[in-house]
């Protein structure tokens, strides 16, 4: 397994593959967290050191189950939290700590996939909140991570964030107010501003999984990239994922066969059309249409916001 400084500032060290939680939390797959733990230790024990997760995810309890008898040290765990305000932010962080049972968190991110190149004004008491706790050496390093070209520009030119999370694909999937070649621009802009960078959804939240090795490869190939984050919910992809980071050829019987069969799924006899589900969507995905809400199965990802954003629980994945 490669390791990789994190950006020039932060002093972390990370594996290239980094554990993405969210598909075995309670949004997808919903792992037990002795489940989620088992496997997030087989990858500690491969060589994987970083795991991406939120407070959104519900998987704080997977990985706190992994982390007993493992050196502080030797894991680095990056969250996120959707608060705006320095209070709420404030609540974020010392849940995350109590839940993980750490003294501190690597990485601490603005959850701000939809969010405009605004969004350092927008959620100035948050950021704020994230700083000060850096200057406690409660959190080791600020970052935001993003679905939009214009966050990701803007990012690299603001001096207190220190790592960015982008989402990137060679299909273009899921990026918002720009295109493949749009994202790659910005991220060298970050790379020019000494960010840390790792990437989210290459795969497209599993939509390309038929072009799997390409698919990566073009992620790899990034210049400026760090760390690549996928999701994983079993041995067999933990397997298939550490062949590829460790630069060991790829069987066939080892691939995907087909592209996931899951599909977001609106009730339509219990949705109010309060269109919060809308707002959640970090890939504008969900419309109302003829008084009826509708789901894009071109642009959805699978990440599973929409979910818990109902009201009514009249949303499923299946």
Do not use: W
């Not at 309890?61 to 680095?76: A, F, M, Y």
């Not at 066939?252 to 592209?259: F, G, I, K």
């Amino acid at each position: 397994m490669k390791y990789v400084p994190l950006g020039k500032t932060t002093g972390l060290k990370v594996s290239e593959l980094c554990f993405g939680v969210l598909s075995m939390g309670p949004l997808q797959a919903n792992l037990n967290p002795k489940e989620g733990g088992l496997l997030l230790k087989k990858a500690y024990e491969k060589g994987i050191n970083f795991i991406d997760t939120a407070e959104l995810y519900g998987t704080y309890p997977h990985i706190r189950e992994s982390l007993q008898g493992i050196k502080e040290e030797d894991v680095i765990i990056a969250s996120k939290s959707l608060a705006s305000e320095y209070k709420d932010m404030e609540q974020s962080v010392t849940d995350c700590l109590k839940a993980l049972g750490r003294s501190y968190i690597d990485i601490f991110h603005l959850h701000s996939a939809k969010s405009e190149a605004d969004v350092f004004e927008k959620k100035s008491g948050a950021l704020q909140c994230l700083l000060d706790y850096k200057e406690k050496g409660l959190i080791r390093a600020v970052g935001i991570s993003t679905h939009n070209v214009d966050v990701v520009k803007a990012a690299a030119l603001v001096p207190e964030i220190d790592i960015v999370y982008p989402i990137i694909n060679k299909a273009g999937l899921g990026i918002i107010n720009g295109t493949t070649e749009d994202m790659l621009q910005a991220i060298r802009l970050c790379k020019k501003h000494d960010k840390g960078l790792y990437a989210m959804k290459v795969l497209g939240g599993g939509t390309l999984l038929h072009s799997y090795q390409e698919a990566l490869d073009f992620a790899r190939g990034i210049d400026g990239m760090d760390s690549i984050s996928i999701g994983m919910i079993n041995e067999k992809e933990l397997h298939l994922n550490l062949t590829y980071f460790n630069d060991l050829p790829i069987k066939e019987s080892m691939l995907p066969e087909c592209v996931s069969g899951k599909k977001v799924v609106i009730l339509q006899n219990i949705c109010k059309k309060c269109g919060k589900c809308i707002t959640a969507c970090p890939n504008n995905a969900i419309t109302i249409t003829n008084d009826i809400v509708t789901v894009d199965e071109s642009r959805c990802l699978l990440c599973g916001y929409c979910h818990p954003a109902c009201p009514e629980f009249g949303i499923r994945i299946i």
